[in-house]
């Protein structure tokens, strides 16, 4: 979602003018200077469009001096946001900081709104006009304080920014399920045991019409659709042919899902192509519910060495959680419809603007990034710009090491938690 940076001198009514932006309770904490606002980013919505405000004051200054550390910040909220709104108070009029961020702005390759604020009366009006001199085109008469003419103001916002890129939207009908897993691992087991034994006998008498590709499974009251399993409920074994058939079949059926179910064989170590299918898996960025089938097989002994494999065989997909069944005895079978339920709210889940940065802000003061080069790289805000996977941008002034990355994650999911779900990443970098 596109990103709108909001800076100006303080005492200007930028945060009054942000809480006005937002419209609702998510209030900005007061402009206190020298003080670090512990928030800085938020969401905010205008005509069905959703942005991210972010209020540079929040910013900690890399420069000394005001008019210097102001036009600091409009240079980073230039190269930051998608559009900049300089806020000017009109009572007081172009102030030389004014002038200073104007300077910076007037090179912006993207769109700058000037807005006047506090103008609290109709008398004022003369002393807008006189703003065009700033040279960032017309200047938007608002008073924050008192609602005046934020719709406008909101209306020329939105036409400014790009639009948000569509996400993919939720499929309607059954959620989607792939059931994957290397050959005789127990797949056709398992859906049979899931459609219940009648249900495939019926199908085989019925041999002569032709077979939906998708399942449809109700699992503890609730419909899914296990896609791609034509060949799975015919136990056709040989239409699979070469490892190299599988495997697209198997990224097929995992693109056409929304929740993998990935099963492994408890009895046997892992192998080459177990790994093979959760790297499919986590490449993918679906949900995911690993299942430990042949359970009825695992005794004490092998239980222990298991423990050991999944350890290191399972570090990209520490966040699935691990389900152990039989699709022989249905030990557990039971289990794995709340376990792709809870994958699904993660992949689903979206954390609001406000409260992402209000813990991310407290966990880079008490972990700050890495320095790199001799240089501190500073994070400056983040937002979740998309679920399905839910994806973090984080906003930085320099690189972020993959260690650190992992810290973020580790952290996010503490924090947060998105068992079930991939989460990804991605750092912007702005000097
Ligand atoms: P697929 O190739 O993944 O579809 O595997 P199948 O479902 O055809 O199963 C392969 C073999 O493993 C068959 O002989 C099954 O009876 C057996 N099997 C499947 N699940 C289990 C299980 O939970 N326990 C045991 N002991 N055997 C199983």
Same mark, same amino acid.
């Given at each position: 979602q596109p990103v709108l940076a909001v800076v100006g001198r303080p005492n200007v009514g930028k945060s009054t003018l942000v809480n006005r932006i937002l419209g609702? +309770?998510?209030?900005? %904490?007061? =402009? @206190?200077? /020298?003080?670090?606002?512990?928030?800085?980013?938020?969401? !905010?919505?205008?005509?069905? +469009?959703?942005?991210? %405000?972010? =209020? @540079?004051? /929040?910013?900690?200054?890399?420069?000394?001096?005001?008019? !210097?550390?102001?036009?600091?910040?409009?240079?980073l909220a230039m190269n930051t946001a998608d559009a900049v709104l300089v806020v000017v108070d009109a009572s007081v009029g172009a102030t030389a900081t004014d002038e200073a961020v104007a300077k910076v702005l007037r090179r912006s390759k993207r769109p700058v709104l000037l807005a006047a604020n506090k103008v609290d009366d109709d008398r004022l009006l003369s002393d807008v006009a006189s703003l065009w001199s700033l040279g960032l085109g017309e200047p938007h008469a608002v008073s924050a304080l008192h609602g005046r003419s934020s719709g406008d103001l909101l209306d020329a916002i939105v036409k400014a920014l790009p639009e948000a890129p569509r996400e993919r939207e939720a499929v309607a009908g059954p959620r989607r399920v792939a059931l994957v897993g290397k050959p005789n691992v127990g797949k056709s087991s398992l859906l049979n045991k899931l459609t219940g034994e009648e249900r495939s006998v019926v199908d085989s008498v019925a041999g002569t019409t032709v077979d939906p590709v998708d399942?449809?499974?109700?699992?503890?009251?609730?419909?899914?659709?296990?896609?791609?399993?034509?060949?799975?409920?015919?136990?056709?074994h040989t239409a699979s042919g070469t490892e190299y058939y599988a495997s697209l079949r198997t990224?097929?059926?995992?693109?056409?899902?929304?929740?993998?179910?990935?099963?492994?064989?408890?009895?046997?170590?892992?192998?080459?192509?177990?790994?093979?299918?959760?790297?499919s898996v986590v490449e993918s960025g679906r949900a995911c519910v690993l299942a430990l089938n042949k359970w009825d097989l695992v005794d004490e002994d092998r239980r222990h060495q298991l423990e050991k494999e999944l350890d290191r065989g399972l570090v990209r997909v520490t966040w699935a959680e691990r389900v152990n069944i039989s699709a022989?005895?249905?030990?557990?079978v039971r289990k794995l419809a709340p376990a792709l339920r809870t994958a699904l709210a993660s992949w689903d889940q979206r954390v609001p603007t406000g409260q992402l940065n209000a813990w991310l802000s407290e966990l880079i003061a008490a972990t700050p990034p890495p320095v790199r080069g001799g240089k501190q790289p500073k994070v400056l805000f983040a937002t979740q710009a998309g679920i399905r996977p839910p994806t973090l941008v984080l906003f930085t002034t320099g690189f972020l090491e993959a260690g650190y990355r992992r810290f973020i994650e580790r952290k996010?999911?503490?924090?947060?938690?998105?068992?079930?779900?991939?989460?990804?990443?991605?750092?912007?970098?702005?000097?």
């Open positions: 609702r +309770r998510e209030a900005v %904490v007061q =402009d @206190t200077p /020298g003080v670090t606002r512990d928030r800085v980013a938020y969401d !905010a919505q205008w005509s069905g +469009r959703r942005f991210t %405000v972010v =209020d @540079t004051g /929040g910013w900690e200054p890399s420069a000394t001096g005001l008019q !210097a550390a102001v036009a600091a910040q409009a240079e399942s449809l499974v109700e699992l503890d009251g609730q419909v899914w659709r296990f896609v791609d399993t034509a060949g799975l409920r015919k136990r056709v990224k097929a059926a995992i693109d056409s899902s929304e929740v993998v179910i990935v099963l492994l064989d408890a009895s046997e170590p892992l192998s080459e192509q177990d790994l093979r299918v959760l790297t022989l005895t249905g030990r557990s996010f999911r503490e924090r947060f938690g998105f068992e079930g779900s991939p989460v990804r990443i991605n750092v912007r970098v702005r000097e």
